[in-house]
């Protein structure tokens, strides 16, 4: 079974940092792209970072150059490190496989408020 589980939200200051964290399991996570999305009240979800396989990375303009994307294959786990977190960053965020996606986790909220 296909699962996703993700986790390290909470609220933060302007400014301030978090690290999402999301354990895969249920296929071969080595051999599996990875992305992060997030959904804001109100609004679709939206792409946000993917790391594939052999450690290539992109990410959305809005959060380039502030959000890391990692992954660590003996853990299963893939990573969203944040930083200077912005008011529109808030959002639940989730994680799921580029190709062929599996079920959405529960999804973890972050929010940005001072």
């Known amino acids: 079974q296909v699962q996703l589980v993700e986790s390290g939200g909470g609220l933060v200051q302007p400014g301030g940092s978090l690290r999402l964290s999301c354990a895969a399991s249920g296929r071969d996570f080595s051999i599996s792209g990875m992305a992060w999305y997030r959904q804001a009240p109100g609004k679709q979800r939206e792409w946000v970072a993917r790391i594939f396989s052999g450690g290539n990375r992109n990410y959305a303009d809005s959060v380039k150059g502030r959000f890391t994307i990692s992954r660590d294959n003996a853990k299963n786990t893939v990573y969203l490190q944040m930083n200077s977190l912005k008011p529109e960053d808030t959002a639940v965020y989730y994680c799921?496989?580029?190709?062929?996606?599996?079920?959405w986790g529960q999804g973890t909220q972050v929010t940005v408020s001072s």
């Open positions: 799921n496989y580029i190709s062929s996606p599996a079920s």
